[in-house]
């Protein structure tokens, strides 16, 4: 009578693009590797962090955690 099996944790993340000053920590911090650089610019002339895998977010938080720039919001199923 088992329930059905253990959900990995789910998470998003959204990147607040104008807000990034492209310093990468997050890039580094995710274990999950879900974010890289933009090729283009932001409004202030930094290229941005993307999430660019949303499948593979946890939501551990640690990208905000890490983001000095406080741009970066997570959502946790
Ligand atoms: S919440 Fe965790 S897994 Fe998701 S993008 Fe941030 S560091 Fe990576
Ligand atoms: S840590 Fe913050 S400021 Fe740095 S690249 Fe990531 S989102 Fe941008």
Do not use: L
Not at 20 to 30: F, H, I, L, W
Not at 43 to 56: R, T, W
């Amino acid at each position: 009578m088992s329930e059905q099996a253990t959900k990995a944790a789910k998470g998003k993340i959204i990147i607040n693009r104008d807000v990034c000053k492209g310093c990468t920590y997050c890039v580094a911090a995710c274990p999950k590797n879900c974010i890289e650089m933009d090729r283009n610019i932001n409004s202030a002339g930094y290229f941005p962090a993307i999430f660019a895998h949303a499948d593979k977010c946890t939501g551990c938080a640690i990208c905000a955690t890490v983001c000095p720039d406080i741009a970066i919001q997570v959502w946790r199923d």
